[in-house]
């Protein structure tokens, strides 16, 4: 069965820090892995990344795969309260069907 | 250019009862792919729904049900609901056309079970 864990589980920061979110997984048939920032309900899509080494960069975001070890990393640089949120982070299988494995999500909470 | 719409967006029921959640996708999407989120969780796959037809099926009871439409919309029915079943539950909308496996959410239904 795929399995995604993330960790930490919740994370406190002040404004202006850098933080560092993991996700490690175990998939058959790895395709792709995804990060959403989901912070009332709907998840919205921040990245996905499907080739090792890559770094996917947006404003302070950033993210990168390592497929040989199985885990990714989301950071975020010069944190906005507007950061807080839950981040989530999920795998997708080759074989032409769409179905996410989603881990439990870190809690980022940002203080002024 | 309208995103995921779903509705209603909340919903009280109690246990026993049946519901039925609505989802429409993203312009130019295809397949419709319906989670539960239960609270502190992440999302759970429920089923995919592809040309009418249900694609892939998660870990779930037959008393979870669904249909997809022409218009590539889509419905989430649930029968006998139990406490258990009080959750958010999100429709992602994605097309065979995209090469990966992106997807897009929609708002959710909060379904409270009482």
């Known amino acids: 069965e795929d399995k995604v864990v993330q960790s930490p589980l919740s994370l406190v920061v002040h404004e202006g820090d850098t933080v560092t979110l993991n996700c490690s997984y175990e998939v058959t048939n790895f395709r792709s892995l995804l990060w959403y920032k989901q912070e009332k309900k709907a998840p919205t899509f921040l990245f996905m990344l499907?080739?090792?080494?890559i770094e996917k960069k947006s404003g302070r975001l950033s993210s990168i795969l390592d497929k040989k070890e199985l885990f990714s990393i989301l950071n975020i640089t010069a944190t906005q309260t507007g950061d807080s949120a839950i981040y989530l982070c999920?795998?997708?299988?080759?074989?032409?069907?769409?179905?996410?494995?989603f881990g439990t999500g870190t809690r980022l909470t940002i203080i002024p | 250019d309208a995103g995921v719409t779903q509705s209603p967006t909340h919903l009280i029921k109690t246990r026993g009862q049946q519901v039925t959640l609505r989802c429409s996708p993203k312009s130019g999407h295809d397949t419709v792919s319906w989670y539960q989120q239960a609270l502190g969780q992440g999302p759970q796959f429920i089923f995919q729904?592809?040309?009418?037809?249900?694609?892939q099926r998660g870990n779930f009871p037959d008393r979870f049900s669904g249909h997809q439409f022409p218009n590539y919309s889509s419905e989430l029915n649930v029968n006998a609901l139990l406490l258990g079943d009080s959750a958010l539950y999100l429709c992602?909308?994605?097309?065979?056309?995209?090469?990966?496996?992106?997807?897009?959410f929609g708002p959710g239904t909060r379904l409270t079970v009482l």
């Open positions: 992602a909308s994605s097309s065979r056309d995209l090469p990966y496996n992106e997807q897009f």
């Open positions: 999920a795998v997708g299988r080759v074989e032409g069907n769409e179905k996410l494995t």
């Open positions: 499907t080739s090792s080494g």
């Open positions: 729904y592809y040309e009418e037809e249900e694609r």
